[in-house]
């Protein structure tokens, strides 16, 4: 950041670096084992007294200073030069820590010219003993050159201890010295025999090219052993995280790494020819296939390291963007722009966004990547919107660590997602329009007091079932909505009824879906698993049907309900009528009406692009699902888009347990809840609730508002229960450390609401919940209050959980107080009372049955003691009233 940049936006500087590093590299090991080859078969030529093969060796010698010297050197200056363009900080940091180490090598090398231009200019002209030596001189000065770059080369990847001492010598013979140095002799040894195949495939004499041939296979196949071992011996001293990063979650990787395996197989099988008879003209074919292998086998290693060094160019201590490891958090206090010393923008306003996006573009992008080339942007950035390019930074380095992250402040991220959007991508971000929710029209049900011998009180067991509604796709939330019901005989003592009556339930006409107009849902059997008739849901249940008892509560479960109209508009809260009636005479006993909540208004689009799927309110677009998909088969080898191209879509608990589906999942896979929040709370932290506004359908000004009950009016929004994405993922990760996932997607999060990581207690999801009674600690909310959060504090089991738990007398506590996130008053925006119509049926009151001494509800006496819990009777005399949505 304090180094102009070079601006290459098609081709980039790492290619660059790459074209010229891998050649010089091949040469310069070529100069470490072509120096040991030349010495050792002048030896041979001299003590087997073969002047031909001592006449091979001479002319060897030309063509070696040829290519070392002249090229080897040339490249060498073009690799510093090249560096110091494209990461000056980088470069200017090993020069300062091995100024020393640099300078020894270069007296190494200077050994190395004397030595081989003697060596070859004294060809012939003194005796074999003197020239042998001045041989071994070049081979030892050589390998000594190799010897300290070997060290300045580890150390950008294995510090070790340099870190923390800063001791030049750690530094130098830092944990992957050693294989390191034994895997390149070995390399340079294999590279002096190909080299040798070159000019041996030259000679005219076929004998003499068949000795120098089986010679040269010699140097190629012995070192094969050893360089195995050490390569598995390399891969061991580099850190976890650089392991994982090159064989399992950089994609990048891959290539390179099929690269060095094939290399090394055509390497093994076609130098096999050379110990045949062929013709000469195969021979030299031969020979040069074996350099261009040679050559992509270098390229296949030297990238191998260079995307296990990943985020950074100086591993632990300088991230890829050259911005230094110790700086990060006071530029990200004080801004990047600020301190950026060749940054003309200094601070992100409206009118300079772009000009700042493109200022951090240049100096936080570019080292790495290009505009439309070699590792674009384009194509990286293309499949989500300015919020999900913003997300995206904000989970850089987390998730995948071989991404470095981003630093500055929130208006320059934000910056930079909007120049990666707008300006690289060419695009404009469109508001969403007004919401297009409507007062419904609402017909409560009569309740005589005076004559009623029954009250029926019905409600949806969540508050909320949201679908995904594309499954050409895939599916992870089936249409599944479940009502409960109790019914009660009214008396001195009331009664819950649990046999003798059957109730039927019917979902208001007009309820389709609007992709094939059908009132009930067609479930694929391949997706789901079922094979049930067209139209019903995965319990069996229709949108008109008879509830099942279950003891004390009747329930239909998993109705297949879509929030469409027949007319293609959107309605979340569709009206279900539940009838109870005598089983004998076939009297109706009660009715009742509540809502189904269901919404397809699920937040996917507001990052991986695509827009609503129905008529711009709601749905998951094919745009956005194919989006998700590229992502998941990207980040974890699947094939799902193929396989839904090919009519064979996903259900996404088929491999990840979910208790609400009760699928058992794959061994080893995160179930859906902890993979979801684990993997998006890396994206969206330090958002309070908003993150799950970004995801769920309870954004205030969007078209279902799921979050509508009495805790919206006394503020509280979700995070006081569930806590942040990041203490909500975190609790989710810890109880399923056994699977590797869940430590790569927590190591990013730090929790909000507790102090530290160990804190936060593991949970199921859907089983281990908040529990009410952390807030309402003697169930009286005027005197206790709200006190800060129910996080942590999970329901001891499933029984104890509000949408399942009892009291002392069978009645469930959300047939009195409401649905989940739906408790009574709730408000909503398709019509005030729409969720409490029970409430205003009963008592005419829209808050909890029975409240503010309205226990005749049930009980045909006035109550003077509380019955289902303590405080019952301790309430204002009037409740709060709501006269509108916006109030």
């Not at 510093?80 to 270069?106: D, K, R, Y």
């Not at 030892?140 to 800063?166: H, Q």
């Amino acid at each position: 950041m304090n180094y102009p940049v070079w601006y290459l936006p098609n081709l980039g500087g790492g290619l660059l670096i790459a074209i010229i590093a891998v050649l010089h590299v091949v040469i310069s090991h070529l100069a470490v084992g072509g120096g040991l080859f030349l010495v050792l078969t002048e030896r041979k030529a001299v003590r087997s007294k073969n002047a031909d093969l001592m006449e091979y060796v001479r002319r060897h010698t030309w063509f070696f200073l040829l290519l070392t010297m002249v090229f080897g050197g040339m490249s060498g200056v073009g690799i510093w030069f090249i560096i110091a363009l494209v990461h000056p900080a980088a470069t200017s940091s090993l020069i300062h820590t091995f100024v020393f180490g640099w300078a020894i090598e270069w007296v190494f090398f200077i050994g190395e010219i004397v030595a081989l231009l003697i060596y070859h200019y004294r060809f012939g002209k003194m005796d074999d003993r003197s020239h042998m030596i001045l041989g071994w001189l070049y081979f030892i000065f050589a390998w000594l050159s190799l010897f300290i770059i070997n060290g300045i080369l580890g150390f950008m990847l294995t510090p070790g201890k340099w870190i923390e001492t800063g001791n030049f010598w750690q530094g130098l013979f830092n944990p992957s010295y050693l294989p390191s140095l034994i895997f390149r002799t070995c390399i340079s040894v294999i590279i002096a025999g190909v080299f040798g195949l070159v000019t041996g495939s030259w000679l005219k004499d076929p004998e003499m090219r068949r000795t120098v041939f089986r010679n040269c296979a010699r140097w190629i196949y012995i070192p094969f052993v050893l360089l195995g071992l050490t390569g598995l011996y390399y891969t061991r001293v580099i850190s976890e995280d650089s392991f994982q990063n090159l064989f399992h979650f950089n994609r990048e990787g891959s290539p390179f790494i099929v690269l060095l395996l094939v290399s090394s197989i055509l390497l093994f099988g076609v130098g096999l020819f050379t110990l045949f008879r062929t013709p000469r003209f195969v021979q030299r074919a031969i020979a040069l296939l074996l350099v261009l292998i040679c050559v992509g086998w270098m390229a296949g290693f030297e990238y191998m390291r260079e995307i296990a060094r990943k985020p950074f160019v100086l591993y632990g201590q300088m991230y890829s963007t050259g911005i230094r490891t110790d700086s990060v958090a006071i530029i990200n206090r004080e801004g990047f722009l600020n301190r950026a010393k060749w940054a003309t923008v200094k601070e992100v306003t409206d009118e300079t966004m772009m000009d700042a996006g493109a200022e951090l573009f240049r100096l936080q992008c570019l080292s790495c990547h290009t505009v439309d080339g070699y590792n674009g942007l384009m194509d990286k950035t293309d499949k989500l919107t300015e919020r999900g390019l913003e997300a995206m930074l904000t989970g850089m380095g987390k998730v995948h660590s071989y991404m470095p992250p981003f630093v500055g402040t929130a208006g320059e991220k934000r910056a930079l997602a909007a120049y990666l959007y707008r300006g690289l991508q060419g695009k404009s971000t469109t508001p969403d329009p007004p919401s297009q929710a409507r007062e419904l029209p609402l017909e409560i049900p009569e309740f005589n007091p005076k004559e009623a011998e029954y009250v029926l009180l019905v409600w949806n067991d969540l508050g909320m079932h949201c679908i995904s509604d594309n499954e050409r796709y895939f599916s992870f939330l089936p249409p599944a909505n479940t009502l409960n019901a109790q019914l009660f005989r009214r008396g001195p003592k009331p009664e819950v009824v649990t046999g003798g009556v059957t109730l039927e339930y019917e979902v208001e006409t007009g309820f389709r879906n609007p992709e094939n107009h059908s009132l009930l849902w067609d479930y694929d059997k391949e997706l789901f698993g079922v094979d049930l008739p067209a139209g019903t849901g995965l319990a069996g249940n229709g949108v008109t049907g008879t509830m099942e008892s279950q003891g004390g509560v009747f329930a239909a479960h998993f109705i297949p309900l879509m929030p469409y109209n027949d007319d293609g508009t959107y309605n979340p809260y569709p009206i279900v009528t539940v009838t109870a009636m005598d089983q004998d005479s076939g009297n109706v006993l009660a009715v009742t009406r509540a809502v189904a909540p269901v919404s397809t208004e699920l937040g996917c689009r507001n990052c991986h692009e695509g827009g609503w799927r129905w008529n711009n309110v709601s749905g998951l677009s094919d745009l956005t699902a194919i989006n998700i998909l590229k992502v998941h088969d990207r980040s974890h080898r699947t094939t799902l888009l193929a396989d839904a191209e090919n009519g064979h879509p996903k259900l996404c608990q088929s491999c990840h347990a979910d208790p609400a589906l009760n699928a058992a999942g794959k061994p080893g896979v995160l179930n859906l809840s902890s993979a979801m929040h684990g993997f998006h709370a890396n994206y969206l932290s330090g958002m309070d609730h908003e993150a799950c506004n970004m995801c769920h359908p309870s954004r205030p000004e969007g078209n279902t508002s799921c979050f509508r009950g009495r805790h919206l009016q006394v503020g509280v929004n979700c995070t006081e229960c569930h806590g942040t994405i990041e203490d909500h993922a975190l609790g989710l990760l810890a109880n399923q450390t056994q699977i590797e996932a869940a430590g790569r997607l927590s190591r990013g999060l730090e929790p909000v609401y507790a102090s530290s990581k160990e804190e936060i207690k593991p949970r199921r999801p859907w089983v281990m919940e908040p529990d009410c009674k952390s807030c309402h600690t003697n169930f009286n909310i005027f005197e206790d209050g709200f006190e800060g959060t129910a996080f942590n504090l999970w329901a001891p089991g499933l029984e104890a959980l509000y949408r399942s738990r009892t009291d002392n007398h069978g009645v469930m506590c959300e047939a009195c107080h409401g649905s989940t996130h739906a408790v009574y008053g709730a408000t909503n925006k398709y019509g005030l009372q729409r969720d409490n119509q029970q409430p205003l049926q009963y008592q005419g009151l829209a808050g909890t049955i029975g409240t503010h001494n309205q226990c005749m509800v049930c009980h045909i006496t006035e109550m003077t003691t509380n019955g289902h819990h303590r405080n019952m009777l301790n309430r204002d005399p009037l409740p709060v009233i709501v006269e509108s949505y916006e109030d």
